[in-house]
């Protein structure tokens, strides 16, 4: 068994089942039968964020929790989910993907985001 350090964008395209996707998926197992995948905690973030973004339907979140349950995390606390859905919901939050519990989208406002992403708001996210 091989390691292999993959990014957000990998998992993306074989989530997606797009052309680069299956060439990734291809160039995985001709690599390894039975690969180790490694991800960083920080692409679990965003790609937690991603779904969000995108409005992932019930098929592609079921995919990313298989993938994800299926992968080794190098990491600054897995388990902390607190800590992941915080980046996930900053994250699209600050791209204007989300909006927080009042229906508001960012406005461009850099106060409120770094006080948002210090949890010093902590708004309820749908």
């Known amino acids: 068994m091989k390691n292999i350090l993959i990014d957000t964008c990998v998992i993306i395209h074989i989530i997606r089942q797009s052309t680069s996707g299956k060439n990734c998926l291809d ?3 001709n690599y390894d039968e039975n690969p180790n995948l490694i991800i960083s905690v920080v692409t679990k973030g ?3 964020s991603f779904a969000k973004q995108r409005n992932w339907g019930v098929n592609k979140l079921e995919k990313l929790k298989l993938i994800l349950s299926q992968t080794t995390y190098i990491d600054i606390e ?3 989910q607190t ?3 915080a980046y996930s919901n900053i994250d699209a939050f600050s791209k204007r993907k ?3 519990k009042n229906g508001n989208l960012l406005n461009g406002g850099a106060k409120k985001w770094v006080k948002t992403s210090f949890g010093l708001l902590q708004p309820q996210w749908r």
């Open 83 to 85: 800590l992941l859905d």
């Open 46 to 48: 965003e790609l937690e």
């Open 78 to 80: 897995n388990a902390d």
């Open 27 to 29: 160039a995985i197992k």
């Open 98 to 100: 989300i909006a927080d």
